[in-house]
């Protein structure tokens, strides 16, 4: 199975700030398309996943701009500009290229 | 507007069964892939099983392979999840998700296997 691996794990950050998260994967996520399916989710408090990033850096309607990926290969990085109250929850990245679909183990941001 | 509305989950006793609902609205429901998604307990998302448009193909992961199966009515516009022999490690909120990224999720519904 393809091990996703984010870092941190808890991801402290005061608001208006910028936040960093990674996630690598033990494999290569280019499929034979062409395509890299690495996609981003948020899970705030309570609620569902909500996916935010499709093949590694396309945002999903109604996701703010200040939400952003980036990466190839293995490596990938979502970014959030200047971080608001509303975007406390779990992050995870999550690989749509390999069977099975696996998830990384995902990353609490919370408020300092 | 796309909406996933799962259903049926309970608390059963490890070695029984049950049978989990997904119903969809708002797209072509046999245009899309489906997934059941689960997430036990203060945990992270575990990929559980995927069914093609058509419902011809299905893919499951290594935990629940031979004990749960994957099933669609199209006419329904409905998904299934039939869950047999089920551990206490099956314990779980199961989500439905439409397509292989997951662009959209339900609400979730809770499956607790205790004695």
């Known amino acids: 199975d393809v091990v996703m691996a984010q870092s941190p794990l808890s991801l402290p950050v005061t608001l208006g700030q910028p936040a960093s998260i990674s996630c690598k994967s033990s494999q290569s996520l280019v499929y034979s398309d062409g395509n890299t399916y690495l996609n981003w989710f948020q899970q705030r408090p309570g609620q569902s996943p909500r996916r935010l990033i499709y093949?590694?850096?396309n945002r999903d309607s109604g996701v703010p701009d200040r939400f952003s990926g980036s990466g190839s290969g293995i490596d990938f990085t979502l970014k959030i500009s200047r971080v608001e109250a509303e975007d406390v929850g779990v992050y995870y990245c999550m690989q749509g290229t390999h069977w099975p679909l696996t998830f990384g183990q995902g990353t609490k941001l919370e408020i300092k | 507007e796309v909406q996933l509305v799962e259903s049926g989950g309970g608390l059963v006793q490890p070695g029984g069964s049950l049978r989990l609902s997904c119903a969809a609205s708002?797209?072509?429901?046999?245009?899309?892939?489906m997934n059941w998604v689960r997430q036990a307990p203060g945990k992270g998302l575990e990929w559980v099983s995927l069914?093609?448009?058509?419902?011809?193909?299905?893919s499951y992961a290594d935990s629940v392979k031979g004990r749960f199966t994957i099933s669609r009515d199209n006419a329904k516009n409905s998904l299934y999840l039939q869950m047999d022999s089920l551990r206490d490690e099956d314990t779980a909120v199961y989500y439905c998700a439409r397509e292989r990224q997951m662009g959209y999720w339900g609400q979730g519904t809770l499956v607790t296997v205790s004695s």
């Open positions: 708002g797209f072509t429901f046999s245009d899309f892939q």
């Open positions: 093949k590694v850096s």
């Open positions: 069914i093609n448009a058509a419902g011809s193909t299905t």
